[in-house]
């Protein structure tokens, strides 16, 4: 039957949890679908940062909708991947409703949507989001306090051993050993929420914000909290790709061979997809193309080695391989939150120090800048494109491609700018070229 709140159809759902395990009655009953309507191509979309369920399922129906009619005769299948990851409610999306509790708030405050969120994201740690609330809230002067707060956001986000998330953090590897946690955890929270504060009002003032003001480092501490979270998500979707998704696409292919596969992720979840290559069992090759839309993570994640860094490389390295048809990269320079506090909150100790708003590009950009800022980097071979230019040509049946999405994916406020701008007739082409789906 047709989840009425779906577009499409056949449509079903993957739901994981936190260390990759699936909801078994959701996987066995998409298994056994498959085959019972005789899909051809199934597309499986993964939502990045989401507060809720009903977030993500109307971003896939609203994705989704113009396919079938660009692929007719295909015999198509959709999946929408559930997993638990959230987003600030402060951030709008083009199209969405934005809720009443983050209109009426104004940063640093943490509106009661997002502290809900917090609270579901991070179970049995009540104690800890009340305590950040209350400094929010008050907003102390004494530099002590502000030191207070950047502990207790490590305090949040912090992993309980044993569980596998640990594993799932880094972008890169020198000589096989993970990167550390980048330089947000370590360094001193005041320089830290500074730097956050002074990038914070460089984009607002670039978003048509009239006036100068001296950068609040409550602003800048609000900033340290949203990206300490998404740094956990990002920990998060590695986890949920690898040990979950990888797993199903090759229970899937045992049951079901003939089935083509096309993964598409948005922010975190390009990097969930992207790990999903890597959990895939020996000799599966009924993944057939990869879209990645706006990816939250490095953009040297599949490179052999780092132009910087000879000893080192991506943690993705070589994987793009084992995907029978392309692994391609959309990506939009109007994406603030990749362009300037995904390097900042990436950064390793000693780069870059008290760099911030426009300085971020270029100071910190080309080492910790993200896939959905400036596509796949340092992997030979790759292809770049303009959109409109690669919706006229024939795709690459394998290898990296890099296609300039900025025409549409341009529409956003600060902090996240175009981020989440994704929902285009043009980006589900894409999906459907690079995977030869007709």
């Known amino acids: 039957m047709a989840d009425p709140a779906m577009s499409v159809s056949p449509y079903w759902e993957l739901t994981f949890d936190a260390d990759g395990d699936p909801d078994g009655r959701r996987r066995d009953r998409l298994i056994a679908g498959v085959a019972e309507r005789k899909v051809r191509d199934l597309i499986v979309f993964a939502h990045g940062w989401n507060s809720d369920r009903s977030g993500a399922t109307r971003l ?4 989704f909708e113009p396919v079938p009619a660009l692929a ?39 509106d009661k949507d997002t502290r809900h969120a917090l609270l579901e994201t ?6 800890i989001v009340e305590q950040i609330t209350r400094l929010l809230d008050q907003q102390p002067r004494e530099e002590a306090e502000l030191e207070e707060f950047g502990r207790l956001v490590r305090m949040l986000v912090e992993l309980v051993p044993p569980g596998p998330q640990a594993l799932f953090g880094a972008d890169t590897l020198a000589e096989g050993v993970p990167q550390s946690e980048p330089d947000m955890f370590s360094a001193p929270v005041t320089a830290v929420c500074e730097d956050f504060a002074r990038a914070l009002a460089h984009l607002e003032s670039t978003d048509g914000a009239a006036g100068f003001a001296i950068p609040n480092p409550w602003d800048g501490a609000h900033e340290l909290l949203r990206q300490a979270t998404y740094y956990a998500m990002k920990r998060r979707a590695g986890t949920v790709g690898e040990r979950g998704l ?32 890597r959990g895939l069992p020996e000799g599966v090759r009924t993944v057939k193309s990869v879209t990645l839309l706006q990816g939250a993570f490095s953009h040297y994640a599949f490179a052999s080695r780092l132009p910087h860094d000879t000893r080192a490389g991506g943690v ?39 760099a911030a708003g426009a300085d971020v590009g270029r100071m910190l950009g080309a080492k910790w800048g993200a896939m959905g800022f400036d596509g796949v980097q340092a992997v030979p071979g790759t292809r770049v494109w303009k959109l409109a230019d690669a919706l006229r040509a024939t795709l690459p049946a394998s290898g990296c491609v890099n296609i300039d999405a900025s025409e549409v994916v341009r529409r956003g406020g600060a902090p996240a700018g175009a981020h989440s701008d994704i929902v285009h007739r043009e980006l589900a082409r894409v999906v459907l070229a690079a995977g030869r789906v007709r």
């Open 316 to 354: 993705l390295q070589g994987q793009q391989n084992r995907i029978d048809g392309p692994l391609v990269c959309c990506f939009s320079r109007h994406d603030s939150a990749l362009s300037t506090m995904y390097p900042l909150a990436s950064r390793m100790a000693g780069d870059a120090q008290g």
């Open 122 to 127: 991070f179970p049995g740690r009540a104690t």
């Open 72 to 110: 007719p005769t295909a015999r198509l299948g959709f999946v929408g991947v559930v997993w638990p990851s959230m987003r600030f409610c402060d951030e709008p999306i083009p199209d969405f409703p934005r809720s009443v509790a983050a209109e009426s708030a104004r940063r640093p405050v943490l």
């Open 246 to 277: 990888g797993r199903v696409i090759g229970q899937l292919a045992a049951k079901a061979p003939e089935v083509r596969i096309h993964l598409v992720g948005h922010s975190f979840g390009g990097r969930l997809v992207s790990f999903a290559l």
């Open 60 to 63: 896939y129906s609203r994705f």
